[in-house]
């Protein structure tokens, strides 16, 4: 089955830098493309980043644009979130999603706790 799996979360102050990394297993990685989506406590689950499945075409959210870097290994079966700039609004569970075969994101992962302090 596919699994997606995130890492790389963790605590740091406003200004650092953290990079999340998600594997994922079960499909042909490079035929699919692949996003990262956040959520914040009381609010909606939000489009981040996506990186098309030869990493050619990247798409980003106006509030992260310029910040953050979405990138792809496909011999590693692995998508890159490189984060710079870190504000306490970026505080969120980060989530990484794989495209289904009818577009659309079909596989999650479980979630990577981004905290950022003031």
């Known amino acids: 089955q596919v699994q997606v799996v995130e890492s790389g979360g963790g605590l740091v102050q406003a200004g650092g830098s953290l990079r999340l990394a998600c594997a994922a297993s079960?499909?042909?990685?490079?035929?699919?493309?692949m996003g990262w989506f956040r959520q914040a406590p009381g609010k909606e689950r939000e489009f981040v980043a996506a990186?098309?499945?030869?990493?050619?075409?990247?798409y980003y959210a106006a509030s992260v644009k310029g910040r953050f870097t979405i990138s792809r290994d496909n011999a590693k079966n692995t998508v890159y979130l490189q984060m710079k700039s870190l504000k306490p609004e970026d505080t969120a569970v980060y989530y990484c999603a794989m495209e289904g075969i009818h577009g659309g994101y079909d596989y999650w992962g479980q979630g990577t706790q981004v905290t950022v302090s003031s």
């Open positions: 079960g499909r042909t990685f490079s035929a699919y493309d």
């Open positions: 990186i098309s499945r030869s990493g050619g075409n990247t």
